[in-house]
Every structure is written in C-alpha cells, then in structure tokens.
C-alpha cells in the first residue's frame, strides 16, 4: 500500500453522514402521520394538565411547544415518538411539527438518553483551559453508570472554565479528578461538587461586594 | 475607580426576594415612573443615549420610539438567550437581582403602552430560570404585575420562557420564531420586530442588561446617565472577562475605560510568564485584537473603529501557549453547529470552513488553502439572512489575516506529522 | 372583501427604466422586463417569501447590503443593479456555496435537463470549483412515500417543499428536521408522507431531490412534449400539462391556472394517468356472444348489434357520466330524444329525485354563481353538505389560502366531520339527510333572534361582511334547495359582485353535461324538453320490465348511484344494455351487451363546464390506443343506425351544434376558450338563460324548525351517512402507482358508539341492513358524532351504494 493510503484519514462522517436519519427511508407500511385522535391517543392526566397550563399563558397556544417537550421530555425520559404524539394530541398539531421543533435544540433527544445527564463545555474559554481533556475523562469515568455525557456549547459560565452542567447546576473550574467525584456524586443521589457550585459563587468584581 | 449601578452590593444575601430589593429601594424607579407620562420616560432613556447591551449596540430609547402609538397587541420581549461564547453576564444579574430585570420590564412596557412581555432565556439556565420565576410570582403577589399595577391604569402579564439550547435564538428574530414555538430560525428584515415581530405584532426586543439598566435610568435621569462613559458609550457596562486571565468573571465597568486596565488591572492579565496574544473584545463573533490594541478605550466606537466590536462585552483573553489555528478551530466548529441552516452562505459556508480546518488538521493542506479559506470568509460577509454567519467569518477572516504566517507554519507542521505518520506505518 | 390594486411605478434596472405594479417583488418585475436574476426558494404560489437561498441578491442604490429581490416590493423611482461586480461575485459565492454539498450527478439525475441548479449553475456560476472536501453521502434515493423518491444527497434545503405541506396543504406532515449543515427533509419517525396533494413537492423541487417514483428514469426532457389539457377526474377540472413521450402520457403536471387550480394538483389528478395505458382498458368494442361471453368485436359488429336500440324505440333509457364531454352529452340527447323518441335521460348522481327544472334553472342563475376565486377573496365563505377534499380537492386548498392569506371567515355545516373544520369560526354538524331540516333552522335563525350555533351561522351571515360564498354539495335533496335559494335572495347574494352559490357536483362535467340538456325533461341550455325519467325511475321502470335498452354512456350505475340492488335488477330487466366504458366495471360485465371503448381525457377533443360556469376545452394528447374511437363519432354513427343522420362528422361540428343549441353560449367559439377557458356567466349572452318560473311552494318554510341532531334509534342502531373518498375512483384501482391508496370500506365511528359495541380502531367490522350486508374496516374518529356511521360509497367492493335504508347495525366481525 502506498504512503498517502495510510495516511490518518480527514475525519468523515461515519457512513458518510454523521445525523441519524439522512440515511433512514420510510417505512411505506405506516399510516401518515396526521394530528392524533384524542380518542385513540391516551394522555397521562398529569401531562396533559401541565402542556394545558403551558399552552394558557400564550396568546397563540403553538408557543408552548418548547415547554411542552421539556415537560414530555422529563415525563418520558426522552421526547420518544410516543412522548411526541402526546404532545402533538393535546396540542393539536402533527407529530412531524413538533419532530421537527425538538430536534431544532440541543436540549432534546429523539434518542434514548440516561437518566442523567452531563454537558461538558467544549467551547472556546473552556477549552483553553482544558475542557476537551475534562470531556474525555468525563466520558471515560461516566462508563457503565446511568448518564449521558455530552460535548455542550459554551454554556455561559467561562468564569468557571472549564466547567459542566450536572443535571442542569452548574459546576467549575473542574479538574480532571473532578469527572470521578461527579459520577460518585451523582450515583449517590447527592448534590454534585457543592463546593464548586456556581450558585455560591461570588461576583468577581470587588466593587459589586464592597459595602 | 468604577461605577456601580447594577453590581453594586450585588452579592448581598436575599436579594433576589423582593423583601430585601425593596428594603434596598427597588421599586421606587417604577413607583416614579408610573406617574410620569410614558412618553417622558421614553425621552429619559433617550437622553440617557443608552445603546443595546445585547451585541448590536443599537440606541434603546430610539428602538423604542419606532412602536406605533396607540391601542394594539405590542410586545415586549427580554432577550435572555445569553449564548455569546464569552458571556455571561446577564446570568448574573437575573440569579442575584432578578427585580432589577422586572422592575425594568415594567416601566419599558407602560412607558410603550405594552400589555405582554415575555423573557426568554436559554434552556440551560435553570436556576436563573426558576429564581425569575419566582420573582415574577413575588411581583404580582405585590402588585406590580397584572391588572392596573398600584392603580397606575397600566396592565402586564408577564411570562418567563425557556429555550431548549440553540445559539440562533439570542438572534433576535430567531428568538421571536422560537417564541412562537417554532424552529428558531430569523426571519427577513424588513420587517423589523418593532413593525412586526411576535404574533406578528409590534415588538419590542431588549437584551436583560439594557432593561436592567432602565430603573437606573429613571432614578438618576437620562442626562445625568449620559454623563457616565464616554459621549457616544455612555453609562457602565457589564463585561464578563474570561479565558487565560487569572481573575475571570463578571465586571461592572464605566464605558471608555482602557483595554489593558481592564484585562490586567481587574483579571490580573494572563498567569506569569504568559503574554496576550489575542483577544476577543466582544465576544466570540468580533474579530479578534492584539496585545498593541490593548490602550485602546473599550467603548463601542473605539472597537469599532479598531475594527472589532465590542458586542455583548465579553472578552476572552489567549496567551500564547494557544496556537492561532487550535483558536480559530473551536470558533469555527462552534458556527457550523450553530448555524440554523436556513441560508446557504451561512450554512454551507461554516460547514465548509469547518470541513477545510479539519482538513488542515489532518496534514492535507498547503498554506495556499489559507487564500481560499479567506476569501470563503468574504464570500459569507454580508450575503446571509442574518449576521450568523459574518460572526464566524469576521473573527475567521481577522485570525487568517493576523496569523498567517503562523497559520501557513502550522499547515506545514501539520502535513509533517502527517507523513512521517504515514510512513512510520507504511 | 377587496382585491389587490394595481397600481403602476416605474424603476430602473440595469440603467434602463421599466414599468411595475406597485408591490410586486422586484425578482418578477425584472423578469417581466426581460431581466433574469436566478432565485431557487422564492415561488410566490407558496406565500411570503422566505430568503433562505440568497441567490437573488441585487444591488439597491441607497442600500448599502445587498438585498434579496424575492423579498423587495419594487418602490417607484428605486434604482436596482443586478449585472454589476459585487452581485456578480455574490451570485458566484452562492453557486459555490450550493455545490458544497451537491452531488453533481447529473448524468443520472431525473431532473438533469430541466433543473433549474443545473441552468443557474452554468448561467451564474465561476464554472470551477475549489471544494476538494469529501461531500455528504447517503444511500439514495430512499422512498418519502410510494409516490415520492427523496435523494437528499441533492436537497439544497430551499424549504420549498416544507412550506407546500406547511402553508399550502397544511398537513404540516413533511418537515425540516436537525439544524444546520445536518437539515434534512423528512417526517416524524418513519412515517410516509401520504396527503392528497403530496406530489406537487416533485414539482417544486428545484433540484433532483424529490422525484416522481411512478416516472423515475422513464424519459429525458428532450424525449417528450409537453400537452395542455384539462384533468377529468373531478369537478375541479384542473388544467394539466401531459408529459407525452411516444403516444404514451407519462406524467402529469400542473398547469397554473388562477381562475381555476392555482397551479396545484391532487395526486389522483397527478398519477392517475396511468390508467390510461394499462392492459385493464378496453381498447376495442366487446359484443356479448350467444354463450353470454363479451368477445373483442369489429366496429362495424359492434355497432350492429347496437342498433339493435332502434328495437327499443320510445322504450330507450339512457345514463350518463361525469367523465363526458359537452358534445357527447349533447349527441346522446339527441340519440335518444330524436333517434329514439324517448325523454328518459339523467346524468345527476346523486339521490336527485324528480327534476324541477324551475329549481334548476334558479341555481344555475349566472347572477348567482360564485367563481373560484370568489372562494378566496370573500368574506364569508360556508361549506354545505360536501367535503372539498373529497369532492372537488383542489378548492381543499383555495379555501384555506382565503383563511390563511385573507382572513375569510368559514364556515361548516355537515353531517361527516371536515378536514376544513380546524380552519373554519364555526362548524355544525347535522344528522345525515338533516340537510333540508338544517337550511329551514338556517333559514328561521337568520330572521329571528336566538342563540345556538344556528344563530352564531345566521349572525355571521348577515353580519360578517357582504360577500358571501356558499359552497354546496349536489347531494343537496330539493326541498334543502329551495331553502338555499331563499337564503341567498334574503342576504341578496345575487346582487353583489364577489358572492355567490357554488355547487361541487358529483361528477366531473355535470354541469355541462346538464348545460347540454341530458336531462329529464330539460333540453340543451336548460330549455322545455319531453318529459323524462329520472335515474331512479329509470331503475325501477328497467327492473319492472318497462324499458327494453338502456344506454350507459360512461357510467356504471351499480358503482355509482344508489341501491345498487335495484339497479342490479334494472340492469337484469332491460333486453339491451350499450355501454361505452374504459374499463370493465363489475354492472358492465355482467351486463352490457355491447360495450365501446371509452376514450381518456387525454385523448377527447371537446369541452366541459366548470363547476363556476367556466368552459374549458379538452384537446387530445395522445392519439386513441387500439381501436378505440372518438365518442362524439361512436355516438353519431350510432344515430345513422337507428335513422338519425346528426350532421356530426368533426368534433368542431359538435361543437358548433352544442352552441348553436345552448342560448347562453352564444358567440362562443374553440379559440375565445383557449387554454384558459371562459366563464359563461360572465359573457353577455348569460342573459338568454331562461328566467325560472314560481317555484313549487316550500313546506314549512317559515314554520319554526324541528329539533335537528342525531336521532339513533334505541336498539342502538347507527344512522348512516355516506362519503366519497378522493380515492373511490376507477382510474385509482387500476394505476400501478395509486394500489396504495385504493379506497376501501372504512366505516367510521365515534368513540362512544365504538366503546359501546365494543369495536376497536381497526378492527374488521360489519354493517348490515335488512338482509344487506357489507364489510369494513372500523376507523374512529373523535368529530364523528355519536349515533352516527359514515361509510364508503363509489368503491369498487363493498359499497355503501347498497345500502338503501338511513339506519344501519354495525357490528365485531
Ligand atoms: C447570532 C446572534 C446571536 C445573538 N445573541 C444574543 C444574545 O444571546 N443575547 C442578546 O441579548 N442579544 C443577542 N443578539 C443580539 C440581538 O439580535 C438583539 O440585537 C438584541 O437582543 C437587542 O437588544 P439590545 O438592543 O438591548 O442589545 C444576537 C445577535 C445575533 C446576530
Ligand atoms: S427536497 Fe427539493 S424542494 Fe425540498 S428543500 Fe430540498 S431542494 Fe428544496
Ligand atoms: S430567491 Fe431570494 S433568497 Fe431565495
């Protein structure tokens, strides 16, 4: 085999594509998928009241789409097609608008996900300061446990960089150690590193705390 | 020394509960102004020459005037999205002092003669999310929100919505199509929001800061505001200071002050033996300014005319232990996933420059692809639905320009390595 | 509610200066000032424009950005450059840009040769490019649904297609899905994209993204002609442009037409063409042999044995179907009344009963009818007793662009729930066959003051603005007629310019048909004729052994009428039955004695009637496969044989006839309809159409209205409604492509009947009445009011055309 064979390969996208989906036909034995029948599309109550809730405080009920897949989502544990086509019934709206909402944002999965989760940032501060490591270790300390570990755009918390978002509370600056003690935290049910916990952490101007 | 307005003892315990905001005098900007006639106050924040706080550091009181007058469904709509890669600084405000932002929203909305406002903030600011949440239900309890507030004759629901994590909603009308429960992709302007925006009615679109900073405004009069800063920069800013500086975090500083005070004097400038090699002075999407740039005055003009901007106020600061490629690598990757893809300059031309980094990367280069990388860069400039796109190609452009001597040194080093990987394992 | 003006400015492009209707996008004005500037996304038929492709970036004097022409209103006095450097540079970053991503593989690219990246790409391009990175690759080209083939390796993301299923279909079913470089088209988790209108995303593409799966790889586009027609499927009429490539249709396109289709097309309309060249068609005329066998026959055995109706002289019958032109409508009357001496001749459909060619004459008021467009620029627009989506597709889509684009308020007013209900203010449901006890609420509420949805209908009405629309179906009974008529006249309807009657018929031509006197009792122009029977007295006459031949001119009465056994045994009853039919339906096999080959629409010179009075011309596309004839010239060689010399020898002479025949078309001729066609009742001559005499007086007509609503008996009986679905077709059944979709028996329930007879969304069930029985599959849908069943009619098995009674038992099979 010649040199240039072996050279380390541009990084393309595995099966040329790197979405789930573009490589995915229909399966021609489904009906369409119009706007669920409430009839034949049960809703548990405790969601159908809280998307109600959400849908009541908009002049246009569609605006409470984002907050309804948040709400399917925590209720499903991802916004899997059936979360979707709850959400789609008691809105009133096809399953394809609200597919097609959720995977728009970061946040949703239209995969499985862990029960919980991390965001590691990998933009740019944080990554000056050594968050694509942080990343890896993360990766490597959350194997076998119950969480999904995600590379996350800048998350807007660079005074702690690198940092993370266990579950939604932010953390930082993390070390490298600092992934096992957050997988230990999070299997035992207790509050992720508190003492590195952005919510008591001081503003960074000495004039903002001078009396 | 600083000013502090909207910092000042900001750390204090309880202040976000309405109890202590109020012992502090909070509130009392609204209790004022809803006695002054609304087009009064439109003329403080006028003469206070107030610009956006959020990135484009357009005039408030001028964007404000352009509503219609009278009756209809108007909007007010808080930009809290904060994704700037960089910023972060209107999280701190909404987690401390969320009432200075409501306080704010009230007087904006009667002073427009606005019946609904909405703040939506990006999706993983929970806590902040839920501290503002709480402030909202403390604000009504007190009156100061729903039907006829302190029998002043004007009316506001006001409703926090959360994102669910995409750069593109903090783009302004990106964010009025998310609110809608949409994709958040931006629209065409013309129209503009204030003609037509949310539910396709006027609107009117603030970042967090600059409504935080409206009861300020009242309190100390638009003129005397306009003192503070610099005569086109006037009033404090609050910057947010990240990257290789040893004090990073959250500032509150009077506009026009120095860069290197700024980045030495209050961060304590990058860890000893380390110099400035670049730094963004606005966040990721302003082009980036170097170690000779830092006497320059930061205010929006001075940036501007050093050919940056000064944006949302955040500056990341590299020391040259960072390569100029490593840097603009992360910019560019952080683009292409952010771009909504609904315009092909910009998404087929961060898909692209992405696609050719990764290729300089894997040693497939030769510095003459530097020539196409930058003039892809000038391609995307100008031509795309909304500036998403020159957000990537200004600071690319700026990188490729000031670097590229150390670009075209990287490219080789990089098809080294390349080969003799190739041929160790030939 | 008031039309775009139009108002004149002029500009200057490109140094020179041009004229422009105030408003227009700055992309047509230029185009209609011979100025190309290339756009992908921008299709005004889809509504606002999005500006998602930037390749139409021009230079505005004052502005300092470029700016996108498909999104700029021209302003007078505007300055606009689109030739020079930066948009050059900008148009080239552009087609860079596209390409990035884009296979470039033409050569065996369906679209190649009338793709409009292709003809950008050499136009506006650099011609080279400097993108050596890998590209995108996907297994391609994966099925969207059994009609559509995505190649999303090709998608440049346009967002056409998207916002044809988002804004124009509304069936919000094909989406964007991911963000970014990694936006694909696609749908929620699998599903196929299956609508009615599905197929006009082919035709939007502007890219060889999404093709036509029935058409992939079968032509070039310098292999075909392209051949204007009109679609014969429904009563919409759509024009259509064939794709002819060796005698063959291969493909249908829309032709837009704003008086008529929009530039849309249902995909019955779209892929139903393949009917036409299937070994199904009957392609040379069939006799019944001596053992009771039909055998291909020659023409001249054919019509021998045809003529034998001379025997039935006076004791002839004849029916005729939707699918008939003007001529041969007006050629079979003749047949019968001069040829035959016999008055007994129908073409309606529905359940019509006797003909009050008073009534008739009232509703057919050239005053009185509303247009297409009308549909979209009212200010009320209500939907009676018909299911666009069904009935007449394409006004599916007129309706919601009024709602959407316009603000028109609709209404409802049905027994089966409507597709159309989540656009409309108000939507009421009555008990099927409630419609006449309905209109006389209507009719009450509007005079009287009182509450109830009735009253919400009658207060919008009256109040909402004064061009109103109403849309109704032909199933309408005559007694919910007159009440009709007397609505309009109180809110004056023929008075003004913009309001109206529409009526959706049930067949395609039935207006012309009807224009052309095949009527009983009415001949050509709604004149005096003898008097005739109706269909259903033809039926009961033919099974009581009265009528000796009956003459089915493209209809097949078991498939389409009512009490399909009653004809069963009209059928049986009559010595001669003589049938022109493309296919050999169930009636006609069993039947017909002699049967001649029916032409398609593709292949009839003639003309039809639109609904709204429009004459539109059909010209033939292809020649007649086999054997097979014009109609017009069957139908005249007929007459010779039972002594009746026309005078036809040329579809024009018919033509002329008809016109001669009809008052109301006078002065029209084959060019003044041209491709467009032309609405009778705007013409002049409208005023020869006979002014209508009294009208039978109305029972109750100002008497308070009976309690409406459901009424199921108590042995938990259903009350029956009937629909047709846009699939119930022939054609459908026999195309390759539409096996998909052929209808069925779909019974439809609401949940509580379902729960209460224990039957599941799904599940095989059975209807039965007075020893009739059908079976079905159960569908439950939440609008359907309880006590009620809607089932399928027109379909090729297990019709509800046998029911004959409104109550029905269903049951768990
Ligand atoms: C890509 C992009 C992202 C933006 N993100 C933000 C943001 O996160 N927060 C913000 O306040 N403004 C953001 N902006 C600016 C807004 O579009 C808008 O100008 C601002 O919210 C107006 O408020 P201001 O006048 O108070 O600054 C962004 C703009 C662009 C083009
Ligand atoms: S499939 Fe065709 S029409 Fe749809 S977005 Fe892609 S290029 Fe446009
Ligand atoms: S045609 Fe104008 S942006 Fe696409």
């Known amino acids: 085999m010649s040199a240039i064979d072996r050279r380390p390969p541009v990084p393309r996208y595995a099966h040329g594509s790197r979405v789930p989906g573009w490589d995915e036909a229909v399966d021609l034995e489904k009906p369409p998928a119009t706007v669920p029948d409430p009839a034949l599309t049960p809703v548990p109550d405790e969601l159908r009241e809280a998307i109600e809730a959400e849908m009541a405080k908009y ?31 008691v809105m009133r709206l096809t399953p394809a608008y609200l597919t097609s909402v959720a995977s728009f944002y970061d946040m949703f999965y239209l995969e499985p996900k862990a029960a919980h989760e991390v965001y590691v940032c990998t933009n740019i501060t944080c990554s000056l300061l050594g968050a694509d490591e942080l990343y890896e270790r993360m990766c490597q300390a959350a194997q076998g446990h119950d969480i999904t570990v995600r590379g996350f755009e800048c998350l807007g918390a660079c005074d702690i960089a690198p940092m993370a978002s266990v579950d939604g509370e932010y953390v930082g600056p993390l070390n490298l150690d600092d992934a096992s003690l957050i997988v230990e935290d999070i299997d035992a049910g207790r509050a992720v590193l508190e003492h590195k916990q952005l919510r008591h952490r001081a503003c960074a101007d000495p004039g903002a705390r001078s009396e | ?88 600084k209107d999280r701190e405000l909404m987690q401390k002092s969320p009432h200075t932002l409501v306080e704010g929203i009230i007087i904006t909305t009667y002073a427009t003669g606005i019946h609904r406002a909405f703040i939506y903030i990006r999706g993983e600011y929970q806590l902040q999310a839920d501290i503002l949440d709480q402030a909202v239900a403390e604000a009504r309890s007190a009156g100061y929100l729903g039907e006829n507030i302190l029998g002043s004759g004007h009316s506001l629901e006001l409703v926090v919505h959360r994102g669910a994590g995409a750069y593109i909603c903090g783009e302004e009308t990106g964010l009025l199509d998310s609110l809608e429960g949409k994709r958040g992709n931006p629209r065409l302007k ?112 001075t940036m501007a005319k050093a050919g940056s901007m000064l944006g949302s106020g955040a500056i990341i600061v590299v020391d040259d232990s960072h390569t100029a490629l490593e840097v603009m690598q992360k910019v560019v990757k952080f683009y292409a996933h952010e771009s909504c893809g609904k315009c092909v300059p910009c998404r087929e031309g961060t898909n692209w420059t992405l696609k050719m980094i990764e290729r300089i990367e894997a040693g497939e280069s030769t510095p003459m692809d530097l020539d196409i990388l930058a003039s892809a860069q000038s391609q995307i400039i100008g031509h795309c639905l909304c500036v998403l796109g020159d957000a990537m190609a200004m600071p690319v452009g700026s990188i490729v320009e000031k670097f590229r001597d150390e670009l075209a040194e990287e490219i080789e080093a990089a098809r080294e390595r390349a080969n003799s990987l190739a041929y160790a394992t030939a | 509610m008031p039309r775009p003006e139009r108002k004149l400015i002029s500009l200057t492009i490109d140094g020179r200066e041009v004229q422009a209707v105030e408003g227009t996008m700055l992309v047509d004005a230029a185009r209609a000032a011979d100025v190309e500037i290339p756009y992908f996304c921008y299709e005004p038929k889809l509504g606002a424009p999005v500006g998602a492709c930037r390749m139409c970036l021009v230079e505005i004097e004052g502005i300092p950005k470029l700016q996108t022409s498909c999104s700029t209103p021209v302003r007078d006095g505007m300055v606009v450059n689109t030739t020079v450097e930066r948009v050059k540079e900008a148009q080239n970053s552009i087609v860079e840009f596209l390409l990035v991503n884009h296979p470039l593989d033409c050569p065996v690219c369906d679209k190649g040769g009338e793709c409009p990246l ?101 032509a070039r586009p310098w292999d075909v002609e392209g051949s204007g027609g009109v679609c014969t499927l429904c009563p919409s009429q759509c ?175 049905s027994a089966r729930p409507s597709a159309l209900d989540h656009n409309a203010k108000l939507a009421i449901r009555f008990a099927p066959g409630g419609e006449a006890e309905f209109l006389e609420s209507l009719e009450w509420a509007l005079g009287t003051p009182g509450s109830g949805e009735t009253h919400e209908l009658a207060a919008l009405l009256r ?29 004056g309807l023929a008075e003004r310019q913009g309001a109206g009657l529409l009526e959706v018929p049930l067949g395609t031509n039935a207006r012309g048909i009807r224009e052309a006197g095949a009527l009983p009792g009415a001949g050509p122009g709604y004149g005096e004729a003898s008097p005739g029977r109706s269909a259903a007295q033809i039926a009961a006459a033919a099974a009581a052994g009265e009528i000796g031949a009956l003459h089915l001119f493209q209809i097949d009465p078991l ?35 002699v049967i001649f080959p029916a032409e398609s629409g593709a292949e009839k010179d003639g003309t039809v009637v639109h609904p709204d009075g429009r004459l539109q011309r059909l010209r033939s596309a292809i020649r007649r496969p086999g054997e097979v004839r014009a109609g017009w010239q069957v139908l005249a060689d007929l007459a010779k044989r039972v002594g009746l010399d026309t005078g036809v020898l040329t579809a024009g002479m018919a033509f002329r006839q008809l016109i001669a025949a009809v008052p109301f078309y006078e002065g029209l001729t084959l060019e003044a309809i041209g491709g467009r066609g032309l609405r009778w009742p705007e013409t002049e001559a409208a005023a020869a159409m006979p002014a209508p005499g009294p009208l039978a007086a109305a029972a109750g007509a100002s008497a308070t209205p009976a309690a409406s609503g459901p009424r199921a008996e108590a042995n938990g009986h259903l009350l029956a409604g ?86 029905v038992e269903v049951s768990k099979l």
């Not at chain 2, 206070?48 to 001028?62: D, H, L, P």
Request: aromatic residues 6%; negative net charge; glycine residues 10%.
């Open chain 1, 59 to 89: 002049p246009d009920r569609r605006s409470a789409s984002i907050p309804a897949l948040h709400l399917a989502q925590r209720h499903h544990g991802w916004c899997s097609p059936e979360a979707i086509a709850q959400v789609a019934c």
């Open chain 3, 463 to 491: 109040d909402g603005g004064e061009e109103v629309v109403i849309l109704w179906g032909e199933s309408l009974s005559a007694p919910a007629r007159a009440t009709l008529l007397r609505i309009a006249d109180r809110l």
């Open chain 3, 559 to 593: 498939r389409e009428l009512p009490d399909r056994d009653g004809w069963e045994r009209a059928l049986a009853g009559a010595k001669l039955v003589v049938a022109h039919a493309a296919t050999l339906t169930d009636g006609l096999a069993r039947h017909a004695d």
């Open chain 2, 190 to 301: 013309p129209p503009f929001p204030a003609i037509e925006g949310l539910y396709a009615g006027p609107t009117l679109v603030n970042n967090v800061e600059t409504l935080g900073t409206v009861p300020t405004i009242i309190n100390m009069g638009g003129a005397e505001y306009a003192k503070i800063g610099t005569q086109g920069s006037t009033g404090t800013k609050l910057i947010s200071v990240s990257g290789d500086v040893q004090r990073p975090g959250n500032y509150e500083i009077e506009l026009g002050m120095p860069s290197r005070e700024i980045i030495y004097g209050l961060c304590g400038g990058p860890r000893d033996g380390r110099s400035v090699k670049m730094w963004f002075p606005g966040g990721s999407s302003s082009p980036v300014l170097l170690e000779s740039d830092l006497d320059l005055a930061y205010d929006f003009d």
């Open chain 3, 722 to 807: 009937t629909y047709r679905s846009i699939w119930a077709a022939s054609e459908v059944e026999i195309s390759p492509a539409l096996r998909f979709a052929v209808a069925e028996q779909v019974v439809e329930l609401s949940p509580q009947d379902a729960d209460r007879l224990g039957i599941e969304d799904g599940a095989a069930v059975r209807v039965a009445q007075n020893g009739t029985r059908l079976r079905g599959r159960a569908a439950i849908r939440s609008g359907v009011p309880a006590g009620t069943a809607f089932l399928a009619a027109g379909i090729a098995e297990e019709s509800a055309n046998a029911l004959t009674e409104p109550l």
């Open chain 3, 118 to 218: 292709q003809d950008i790409t050499f136009g506006w391009g650099k011609g080279r490019t400097r993108v050596i990175e890998p590209k995108r690759h996907f297994v391609k080209p994966l099925a969207l649904s059994p009609l559509i083939a995505i190649d999303r390796e090709r998608c440049i993301l346009c967002y056409r297609c998207v916002r044809f299923s988002q804004e124009i279909a509304e069936d919000w079913q094909l989406i964007f899905t991911e963000r970014g470089a990694h936006t694909f088209v696609g749908t929620h988790d699998g599903h196929p994209y299956v609508a009615p209108f599905s197929g006009n995303i082919i035709e939007l593409c502007p890219v060889g993204a999404l093709t036509s799966r029935p058409y992939r790889f079968r």
């Open chain 3, 239 to 413: 024009n259509v442009e064939f794709t002819v490539r060796d005698d063959k249709v291969t493909r249908v396109l829309a032709r837009e037409n704003p008086g008529v289709d929009d530039g849309w097309l249902c995909d019955k309309g779209r892929f139903a063409y393949q009917a036409i060249h299937v070994d199904e068609r009957i392609t040379t005329p069939l006799v019944r042999g001596a053992d009771g066998e039909l055998r291909p026959a020659g023409w001249d055995e054919a019509l021998e044995a045809a003529g034998a109706l001379a025997e039935h002289r006076g004791r002839a019958a004849a029916l005729i179907g939707g699918q008939a032109s003007n001529e041969e409508a007006f050629l079979l009357a003749r047949l019968l009344r001069e040829g035959l001496g016999s008055g007994d001749i129908d073409s309606r459909l529905g359940a019509a009963g006797e003909l009050d060619l008073n009534l008739m004459r009232a509703l057919a008021a050239p005053a009185l009818q509303a247009s297409v467009s009308d549909l979209e620029f009212a200010h009320i627009v209500l939907v009676l007793g018909t299911e666009p989506i069904d009935d007449s597709p394409i006004l599916d889509l007129r309706i919601r662009k009024g709602v959407r684009r316009n603000g028109v308020k609709l209404a409802i007013a």
């Open chain 2, 1 to 88: 020394m600083s000013r502090h307005l909207l910092f000042d003892r900001i750390d204090e315990p309880g202040l976000n509960t309405i109890g202590v905001y109020e012992r502090r005098g909070g509130y009392s900007a609204m209790r004022k102004a809803l006695q002054m006639p609304p087009e009064a106050i439109i003329e403080e924040i006028k003469q206070s020459a107030i610009r956006g706080r959020g990135g484009a550091g357009f005039q408030m009181g001028q964007k404000a005037s352009f509503l219609p007058k009278g009756e209809m469904a108007k909007y007010l709509v808080c930009n809290a999205d904060e994704s700037e890669p960089g910023t972060f």
